[in-house]
């Protein structure tokens, strides 16, 4: 089995990608990212589907997820991965441009475990994404698998 | 004849005697001590003497004795005192005695005469004498108590008894020579001793006997010795011979120990004796053998024989000493032995001086030594002497003995004697006491039966007399008249009164009275009435509280030993309360009531007839019925008064005429009279009641008057008026319901609803109308009439029942109810317009929605993107670019921060429009200190002057006013930058109409003339290099405040200072909610 801690990033922006990879790479973070464009796809990647059916059975140790993806939104993903028995103990941090009072409760209600507003100077960016990466994937302490 | 009191004075006399015969013998005893002569103190002088103080003893105790019969207070206190010091000084000599000690209380009285010495035991009291006197005293004691106490009495008498028994037995050992008896082993009691406490014994028992037998006689004029007197005197007998008995037993004893020890004592004298002729022997043996044979041992035996002899002489002597006659024997012995032992000494000494021959003949010569033949003759005289006293001694013993047995069998006799006499003398008592008891027995038997026969006999007229008092139908009771209590009641008392026998029995009479009666009736009582007494009509009390009235009969009698009284009670409650209630009737009839006689006089007037006419009583009584009538009216009315009493039957007087009443003042007043002929005894009467109707009269003009007002009132209302009657016609019409009911009022009245609107019975009106004329309750209903000719009319309808059936009060709303349909259309297409407005207000406000989210989240990205690429490119090709290069790159990050501000801020603005407002109470002083802590980076540590009022409460949604206050103080701050002493003043405005608050500053101000422009987006008076800012902020505050209801406006002069004002409507509770 493959023992590195994933990150799944799902985000459509594709400069999006390319700064947060940036960022994340600042923390050496970056070669343990699994990119996907939109939401449909982060759930093929979770559920083991079609391009992602040999992925390793390892989950992600935290899922960075946009809400404004195209095919299924961020919030649609979020729905799912928290109501699913297997999935619902990943950890979920939304990193949106939005900073709307209804995103912000819609999320929470659904039980994410951080929201992150992207801040528009990139070096602002930068610091919330290696803390980002920093908490969850170094500091955090995830349940075991089996249980 | 009785002879009880010689025999009571002979023992008086014999009492008195015997004290002063026992003072008498004292006296010569104390004359003898004192002139010590043995004759006066023993009689006999070969008799021991009486002790002196026995004799002072027998002189206070006769003395005393004789002193009790005369028993005066200082008498009796003499006597007391006497026999305490006799009893305590014979009681210490007992002591002495019981416990061997010697104080000598017997001599602290008189000292021993001269003559007296040598006398062994000189003058002291013996202690049978002493146990007399303490007897004798304490029965002195007794007595002197005497007469309180009869026990005392008695046990007086049993010590006297005890006494004179003692004394007599005393004289009678003297008499019969039994010295053993009198005497004893130490100190014997004298002869006169003993006759004397027999004598005091004698008069002493003497007084108790005969100061009882005299106090019994007294009292009972009969003499006769009580059982237990007879077992006492009895007891004391027996007592004192038990007491002789020891006495003796105690004497003949120590007799018996004395003689053994005489005996032993003789016979240690004869063997002293013979020892001592031995040891002679043995000495004259020793020296002639010294003398023979010169041996030295014989001289030594010699010496020790001598040595003996003198022992032997020596212990003789002692053991004789108390025989005169052997002394003097032994005095001539010793003589002889010591010439013997002379002649001994002076042989050994020849013998030693001249030789055996010498010595030898000497022995032989003998010159004047006694010979062994004469010392045994000597010797044997001694002897003889002293078995004959052994002889003699035993001689005594054996003649004491016989006495003694004498004596005993003569007590056994005397004690049987004695016995057998008390049995006689109780047993005739107790055969005396049966037979008594027995008569009585029988005699009470008899007398019970009398008693029976005389009970029965009584018991049945009782029983008559009970059933006559028991059943009388009217109450009845007795009483004692001294303590009023209820002796005896009757059924029919237990039935009208309510209380139980027992409860009756425990009252008086006072606790059937109510209160008020009480006093009345102690009165009464009190009053003694003799015989027969009829008490009148009196309250009484029952049990339940009621009170009533009855009639008392009382009769004064003996019942069971005691003053009562018989009562009789009727009650009359019924009576006297049908005959108040009859004259209250008449009295308080509010009609006058009079009642006239066949002539036409008048019998009876009640007090509303007085009131009426202004007559009393005693004026019309017996005067003619005309006189209450006016003048005009008497003739006619004396022929009607005939008429009727031809014809008499109950009728009102005078139909269809004005009758009227004169006063006794002479006016008139109209009536209403009543007559009615009754039947009494003393023959048909006429009873008139009569009405004053003046004030009916009156107020029947009154009605008729208001009657008029109301209808004409009616007639010129506004309002429709009509009464419909209980068969539904018209009573009432005024013109106005005439006009409504598009009829008129001669066609409506008289005539019935359901004649006049055919169908009318269907309508709500007629239901209506109908449930007010049953239940007789107010209805109002608005209602659509509908006309026969088919027009319809709106009215509103007010049904109130009234006597006469129901009055409806109408009033045309036809044209009201027009306009307000056509006012409701016209509303209700108001609210359409207002829907359909909305909804249009709503998409808009969803477009703007989606806007400001795609602007927040869309516009953000690519300046993300601008930013980042930007600072990345500088990170990596920043060696390649020229200091002009990088300034771009400076110029493109900042401006992209500050396009990140803007839309921040842009997306704040149009989301205060959007959001819901949450109303609530504000505090608005803790509202502008959140905002001041919030604006503590923008002050930055500048030396802002704050001056903050004081603020109402308002309502309103807290966070967005925050936003204002931080909004107005951020700009304040921000504008006063420029400023050494910056100054910022937060503080409201009273106004009437509404709250205005305002925040100035002393800062750089602005041009009043673009105050417009101020609070709308975007707009800036100042440029960004001068004060950064995004044109924002007050446009936010206008926006909130407006959707508080409130204004925003602001004053200035350039460098002048700022003043922004904002109101908010004074109570505002609701918002709208765009």
């Known amino acids: 089995m493959n023992n ?144 | 004849m009785n002879r009880t009191p010689i025999m009571l004075a002979a023992g008086k006399r014999i009492a008195q005697i015997c004290a002063i015969l026992v003072a008498l013998i004292g006296g010569v005893a104390i004359a003898g001590w004192i002139y010590g002569s043995r004759v006066l103190t023993s009689l006999d002088i070969h008799y021991i003497p009486m002790a002196p103080n026995t004799a002072i003893f027998f002189v206070v105790l006769g003395i005393s004795t004789f002193l009790l019969w005369f028993p ?539 009131k009426m006419f202004g007559y009393s009583r005693s004026e019309l009584v017996e005067k003619s019925i005309e006189t209450l009538l006016p003048e005009r009216h008497r003739d006619l009315h004396i022929q009607n008064r005939n008429g009727f009493l031809t014809n008499p039957q109950a009728r009102v007087m005078g139909v269809g005429r004005d009758l009227h009443g004169l006063r006794k003042d002479g006016t008139e007043f109209p009536v209403e009279i009543g007559l009615s002929p009754i039947e009494l005894s003393e023959g048909t009467m006429v009873l008139g009641s009569v009405v004053d109707i003046t004030t009916r009269k009156q107020a029947e003009d009154a009605l008729r008057k208001s009657e008029n007002r109301f209808r004409t009132t009616l007639d010129c209302m506004m309002e429709g008026c009509q009464i419909i009657g209980f068969d539904w016609r018209y009573l009432y019409v005024n013109e106005v319901a005439a006009t409504q009911g598009k009829s008129t009022k001669e066609q409506l009245l008289g005539r019935t609803i359901l004649e006049v609107y055919p169908g009318i019975e269907n309508t709500e009106f007629f239901a209506s109308l109908k449930r007010s004329m049953t239940d007789r309750i107010r209805h109002r209903m608005v209602n659509e009439f509908r006309f026969p000719d088919g027009s319809t009319g709106w009215f509103q309808l007010s049904l109130e029942p009234v006597p006469e059936g129901t009055f409806i009060l109408s009033e045309d709303i036809t044209k009201q109810r027009q306009m307000d349909e056509e006012l409701k259309r016209y509303r209700e297409r108001l609210e359409d317009l207002v829907k359909e407005r909305t909804a249009q207000l709503e998409l808009a406000n969803k477009e703007l929605e989606a806007f400001s989210y795609s602007v927040s989240h869309d516009l953000r990205s690519p300046l993300r993107h601008i930013d980042g690429f930007s600072e990345l490119l500088q990170k990596t090709a920043s060696e390649r670019l020229d200091e002009k290069g990088r300034r771009y790159l400076s110029i493109i990050s900042d401006s992209v921060k500050k396009m990140g501000t803007l839309i921040d801020e842009l997306l704040v603005f149009s989301r205060m429009g959007r959001t819901e407002m949450r109303s609530s109470h504000v505090n608005m002083e803790v509202l502008v200190k959140e905002a001041l802590i919030e604006l503590q980076n923008e002050v930055n540590g500048r030396n802002i002057t704050w001056t903050i009022g004081r603020f109402p409460e308002v309502v309103g949604d807290p966070s967005m006013l925050r936003l204002v206050f931080v909004n107005l103080l951020s700009n304040a701050i921000k504008y006063t930058r420029t400023r050494t002493q910056p100054r910022v003043e937060v503080g409201h405005l009273s106004d009437p109409n509404e709250h205005v608050f305002f925040v100035r500053d002393n800062g750089v101000g602005f041009d009043e003339r673009y105050t417009d422009k101020l609070f709308g987006v975007f707009q800036r008076l100042h440029a960004d290099t001068e004060f950064e800012g995004t044109g924002i902020g007050l446009a936010n505050v206008r926006r909130i405040v407006n959707r508080h209801g409130g204004r925003t406006w602001a004053e200035s002069k350039i460098d002048g200072g700022a003043t922004f004002f904002f109101s908010l409507p004074l109570d505002r509770t609701v918002y709208r909610n765009t």
């Open chain 1, 4 to 147: 590195i801690k994933r990150i799944l990033l799902a985000e459509d922006n594709v400069n999006d990608i390319e700064l947060t990879l940036e960022a994340l790479a600042d923390h050496r973070l970056a070669n343990e990212v699994v990119v996907v464009h939109d939401g449909a796809e982060a759930l093929d990647y979770l559920y083991r589907r079609d391009a992602f059916k040999d992925r390793p059975m390892e989950n992600p140790v935290v899922i960075l997820l946009d809400l404004k993806m195209p095919k299924v939104d961020g919030l649609e993903v979020l729905r799912t991965i928290k109501s699913d028995p297997d999935l619902k103990r990943i950890p979920v941090v939304i990193l949106t441009s939005s900073r709307e009072e209804s995103d912000l409760i819609r999320s929470y209600d659904l039980g994410v475990n951080a929201y992150v507003v992207k801040p528009v100077a990139f070096q602002e960016f930068v610091e919330a994404i290696k803390k980002i990466g920093a908490f969850w994937v170094l500091t955090n302490e995830p349940p075991s698998r089996k249980s």
């Open chain 2, 72 to 610: 005066t207070g200082i008498n009796i206190l003499l006597v007391r005192f006497a026999g305490l010091v006799v009893v305590l000084m014979s009681f210490l000599r007992v002591c002495e005695f019981v416990f061997h000690f010697n104080i000598g209380v017997d001599r602290w009285i008189f000292a021993v005469p001269e003559a007296f010495l040598g006398l062994a035991p000189i003058g002291r009291m013996a202690f049978f004498t002493a146990v007399n006197f303490l007897f004798v005293g304490s029965s002195l004691i007794l007595l002197s108590f005497s007469g309180e106490r009869r026990n005392l009495n008695n046990i007086a008498g049993v010590n006297t008894i005890v006494v004179a028994c003692l004394g007599a037995a005393f004289c009678v050992a003297y008499f019969l020579d039994a010295p053993f008896f009198y005497s004893e082993a130490v100190i014997p009691m004298a002869l006169n001793t003993a006759v004397g406490f027999f004598l005091l014994g004698v008069a002493l028992f003497a007084t108790v006997t005969v100061k009882d037998f005299s106090q019994q006689y007294e009292a009972e004029k009969h003499l006769h010795v009580s059982l237990d007197r007879k077992i006492l005197a009895a007891f004391g007998l027996a007592f004192s011979a038990i007491l002789i008995v020891g006495i003796i037993s105690y004497n003949s004893i120590a007799k018996t120990l004395e003689s053994a020890r005489l005996e032993t004592h003789t016979h240690e004298v004869l063997a002293e004796v013979s020892a001592l002729l031995s040891s002679i022997k043995d000495m004259e043996n020793a020296s002639r053998g010294y003398i023979i044979t010169n041996e030295k041992e014989q001289l030594v035996e010699y010496r020790a024989s001598v040595l003996e002899i003198s022992q032997h002489l020596g212990r003789i002597r002692s053991l004789t000493e108390d025989n005169p006659g052997q002394q003097e024997r032994i005095r001539i012995l010793d003589s002889l032995i010591q010439r013997k032992v002379e002649f001994g000494n002076k042989t050994i000494e020849v013998f030693e001086a001249e030789g055996a021959a010498a010595a030898e003949r000497m022995v032989r010569d003998r010159i004047s030594a006694p010979t062994m033949i004469q010392l045994h003759a000597h010797v044997e005289n001694i002897e003889r002497a002293e078995r004959l006293l052994l002889n003699g001694r035993a001689d005594v013993q054996k003649r004491s003995s016989r006495n003694m047995v004498n004596i005993f069998s003569l007590l056994a006799v005397l004690v049987t004697c004695m016995l057998a006499a008390t049995y006689a003398v109780v047993q005739r008592d107790l055969t005396g006491r049966k037979q008594a008891e027995h008569a009585l027995r029988q005699l009470n038997e008899y007398l019970e039966y009398r008693i029976q026969e005389r009970t029965t006999s009584l018991l049945q007229s009782e029983e008559r007399y009970r059933h006559l008092f028991e059943y009388n139908p009217l109450p009845l009771w007795v009483f004692d008249t001294k303590t009023l209590a209820f002796i005896e009641v009757n059924n029919a008392a237990i039935n009208h009164y309510g209380y139980s026998r027992d409860e009756f029995l425990t009252m008086t009479i006072k606790d059937i009275r109510p209160a008020e009666e009480i006093a009345r009736l102690i009165n009464d009582v009190a009053q003694q009435h003799k015989g027969l007494d009829s008490a009148g009509v009196w309250k009484h009390r029952k049990k339940d509280g009621t009170v009533i009235d009855v009639e008392i009969t009382s009769h004064e009698i003996r019942y069971a030993g005691r003053d009562a009284k018989l009562v009789l009670a009727n009650d009359v409650t019924e009576r006297t309360r049908a005959e108040e209630r009859f004259r209250l009737v008449v009295e308080a009839s509010p009609t006058g009531i009079v009642m006239v006689d066949r002539r036409g006089n008048i019998a009876l007037v009640n007090s509303q007839l007085e």
